[in-house]
């Protein structure tokens, strides 16, 4: 079992910046891959980005890559998402999830779920 903790939204101004953080309980958090969702307002939610177990291979959802960064620190049992030049549109409720092994873009593949963190980015 893996209990999961986001952090760090808030409410952002267009072209600033947030970092979110995805804190997780348990010994073996190394062996999880990680994955960041979103939910817009009115929408479906959507993948933003995932990290291998080891932080070693990343992806990231179409038109966020070079905006967005995941990264993890297995030691402190955190995930991050460095989020630069935000836009209106990236407003949504972001949660983080965890699956054992291989990492996947696949909101179905995660059985380990955060509550969210609301980012609002304001025009």
């Known amino acids: 079992q893996v209990q999961l903790a986001e952090s760090g939204g808030g409410l952002v101004q267009a072209a600033g910046s947030l970092s979110l953080s995805c804190t997780a309980s348990?010994?073996?958090?190394?062996?999880?891959?990680v994955g960041w969702f979103r939910q817009g307002p009115g929408q479906e939610r959507e993948f933003v980005a995932e990290?291998?177990?080891?932080?070693?291979?990343?992806s990231y959802g179409d038109s966020l890559k070079g905006r967005f960064t995941i990264s993890r620190d297995n030691a402190k049992n955190t995930v991050y998402l460095q989020m630069n030049s935000l836009k209106p549109e990236d407003t949504a409720v972001y949660y983080c999830?965890?699956?054992?092994?291989?990492?996947?873009?696949?909101?179905?593949?995660?059985?380990?779920w955060g509550q969210g963190t609301q980012v609002t980015v304001s025009s």
């Open positions: 990290s291998s177990a080891s932080g070693g291979s990343t």
């Open positions: 999830a965890a699956r054992f092994g291989s990492r996947s873009r696949s909101m179905s593949e995660y059985p380990y």
């Open positions: 348990g010994r073996t958090f190394s062996t999880y891959a």
